[in-house]
């Protein structure tokens, strides 16, 4: 999206937003009402990430829009700072709603390990014989069916279980 194109879907939304307000009293021309429609819609613009979408910029002007009529009490068009504070909350609560992430991410190595068994790669051998292959079994990531291939190719090649001492 486009510098310009953001700039005019900010307008249009700031537009529908004011359309049942009165212009203020200082903006008696036309030439000063498009001035402010100009530095509101720069302010707008940059509280939006660079990746935007308009489909984004819509939700959150309309949410900016509620959040407004709910709290503006005056006939004319709110102040920049109220709309600018609107767009902000609005953002924040999108963000607020998001999962938040509680550390480093972390790979589900059984079902990583449960998928590369099925489609016969090489894996671990504690993810064939052991608690590991138990737990994917328990868990119905695999079957007995998917490990029987490594198993027959683990005794026909005459390699011993691997016994490893209890965790303490």
Known sequence: MTHEERNRVILAELVKIFEGYATPRHLDTRAKEEQELRNIVRMINQKFPNDTTEDHIRGTMDRAMLKLKEAHKSRSWP???DIAAAVSKSMNTQRASMPTNKGPW????????AKRIIAGEPVGEMYI????ADKMVQMGLITDAHLQPYLEYLSANNIPDRVDPPIS
């Open 129 to 132: 014989r052991g608690k590991l």
């Open 106 to 113: 972390k790979p589900d190595t059984l079902e990583l390990n």
């Open 79 to 81: 102040s920049a700072a």
